[in-house]
């Protein structure tokens, strides 16, 4: 079993910036490829960014291209999504999923391990 804690989250407002973390535990792996997904109120959830186990390879959502970079540090354990010029829409809830696998994955199936999420607020 893996563990994945997520922090980082609050109330941010237009145009700033947060750093959401992912913390692992358990039988992790640095094999292990992350993502980060996030829900709004009434909303499906949406991938937003991912990384491969060796932190080699990521993959973003268009709409947070060139604003968030994911990035992982395998010695401790985490993965972060640092998040510039934050929009009012980009409020929700953000998760982070770990798989088995090492390889990217973009849909919320091919994920094994949830955390329970943290709230990013963006007002206007």
């Known amino acids: 079993q893996v563990q994945l804690v997520e922090s980082g989250g609050g109330l941010v407002q237009a145009g700033g910036s947060l750093r959401l973390s992912c913390a692992a535990s358990g039988r992790t792996t640095s094999n292990n490829a992350v993502g980060w997904f996030r829900r709004a109120p009434g909303k499906d959830r949406d991938f937003v960014a991912a990384i491969t186990g060796s932190g080699g390879a990521t993959d973003y959502a268009d709409s947070v291209k060139g604003r968030f970079t994911i990035s992982r540090d395998n010695a401790k354990n985490t993965v972060s999504l640092q998040m510039n010029s934050l929009k009012p829409e980009d409020t929700a809830v953000y998760h982070c999923?770990?798989?088995?696998?090492?390889?990217?994955?973009?849909?919320?199936?091919?994920?094994?391990?949830w955390g329970q999420g943290t709230q990013v607020t963006v007002s206007s």
């Open positions: 999923a770990a798989r088995i696998g090492s390889l990217l994955a973009t849909r919320a199936p091919q994920y094994d391990y």
